[in-house]
């Protein structure tokens, strides 16, 4: 994981973004925020399973049937099933040592 912190990348209202095999990070003081530096971790995992390109494709696919459903874009984007299963275990560090691959489709 290599962190780097460029807040004209990060989407206005995020505090971080993953394109394997970076974190981008909006502001300095989150590279001490071990929650979000966990979310992002389960995100590059899920991005390796999926060999990158292909969790974008996936993932922006579902971000847009979620978003025409439920005609809001910040609800679509936290059902996504990517985000549901990062949010759900940001808080447990030892996740990732225990997560069973393409643990994300528990969460479609």
């Known amino acids: 994981m290599i962190v780097v912190v460029f807040k004209y990348l990060v989407p206005k209202g995020y505090r971080g973004l993953t394109i394997f095999p970076l974190v981008i990070l909006k502001a300095r003081n989150s590279k001490a925020d071990a929650i979000l530096l966990q979310h992002e971790r389960i995100h590059l995992r899920q991005q390796l399973e999926l060999l990158v ?7 922006a696919i579902e971000f847009l049937l979620r978003w025409m459903v439920l005609r ?37």
């Open 72 to 108: 809001n874009r910040h609800q679509a984007y936290r059902e996504i099933s990517f985000e549901r299963e990062a949010y759900a275990n940001e808080k447990d560090l030892h996740y990732l040592q225990q997560r069973s691959i393409w643990n994300f489709l528990n969460y479609f």
């Open 53 to 59: 390109l292909p969790f974008f494709i996936w993932y």
